[in-house]
């Protein structure tokens, strides 16, 4: 890129971190070395959310020779995390980042060529692809990618609008202005799900259009397990019903008519499910897609129940 005559856009790389160094320690390589090819400033924003792993020593060590602005905080989820990381950041776009989604070949400039193209002045946010690396890739592993419960790019019909639910915080771009006009992330959900979509819908109601750029590649170097999925998708139940307080509007949209199902049945039915799941890992083709969404929605409607009780309390 360095004899590139185009004058990309400044940028900042915001990227929240917790207990993960190793994985960060890999993603800040592939930065820099993207970085330092580039014509136009860029700078990384590193935020620690209280790790106990190390991470803030060896920022703290390292962050000069890396040209990594690196700021501390206690625990506080990456919402807060993010913002506390685009107050300090100077770039006219910021870029978040996940600790763990390691950028691939051209992903710095994918993004800000398209910002470039369509100016600055036009509320544009732009969303690269995150995959799995491919010696770790499952049957599972894929469907939650491209058509469930973490990301869903095959979903995508029309590249250059797309819907508010696709805005993904482990690649996606945004003018620093605008986001900051919008005030940012909510940091009021308990854990990290919801909150990037809860800003995508206050952005896009404000104008804001989402394009999507699979070109802007990284890889997402974490391990998923269906059992901590499943987890994962009962906290994100929990947030939902956070979101579905603040804009009661989507509720149909978030699943708050189905909480009934959250019932004995999902219970009983969760290990018939899970094995069938372990072996459709091993026999291509024995499970799919309607066997994946009954366990993941199953533990979400409870996690939603869950937290719509709680509100009602509250």
């Not at 790389?13 to 190793?22: A, C, D, E, G, H």
């Not at 690396?133 to 790019?153: K, V």
């Not at 979903?155 to 900051?180: A, C, G, K, Q």
């Amino acid at each position: 890129m360095t004899d590139d005559p185009r004058i990309f856009p400044t940028a900042s790389v915001v990227v929240p971190t917790f207990n993960r160094l190793n994985d960060l320690q890999r993603v800040i390589q592939a930065l820099r070395e993207q970085v330092d090819a580039l014509r136009s400033p860029c700078q990384i924003v590193v935020v620690d959310d209280g790790s106990t792993d190390g991470t803030g020593a060896w920022l703290d060590s390292h962050s000069s020779d890396l040209g990594v602005l690196r700021l501390h905080q206690r625990n506080s989820g990456p919402a807060r995390a993010r913002n506390r990381g685009v107050e300090v950041s100077e770039g006219s776009v910021v870029i978040f980042l996940g600790d763990d989604t390691v950028p691939q070949p051209g992903w710095l400039c994918e993004h800000l060529e398209a910002h470039r193209i369509r100016g600055l002045n036009r509320p544009l946010a732009v969303l690269g692809y995150t995959a799995f690396p491919a010696g770790d890739s499952s049957p599972f592993l894929r469907w939650i990618n491209e058509y469930g419960a973490q990301f869903g790019y095959a979903l995508i019909d029309d590249p250059t609008e797309v819907p508010f639910n696709f805005f993904y915080t482990s690649n996606i771009s945004i003018p620093r202005r605008y986001f900051r006009n919008l005030g940012g992330f909510r940091e009021d959900f308990p854990a990290a799900a919801w909150e990037d979509i809860e800003f995508a819908y206050r952005a896009m109601d404000s104008g804001l259009s989402l394009r999507y750029q699979p070109r802007a590649r990284v890889i997402h170097h974490h391990r998923i397990r269906v059992a901590t999925f499943c987890e994962r998708q009962q906290k994100s139940g929990r947030s939902a019903a956070i979101f579905a307080r603040l804009h009661p509007e989507l509720e149909g949209f978030l699943g708050v008519p189905r909480v009934h199902e959250a019932g004995w049945r999902t219970v009983l039915e969760r290990p018939f499910l899970r094995v069938w799941i372990a072996l459709g890992e091993r026999l291509h083709g024995f499970a799919g897609g309607r066997v994946y969404r009954r366990l993941l929605d199953g533990h979400y409607l409870m996690g939603l129940a869950a937290g719509l009780r709680e509100a009602s309390r509250g």
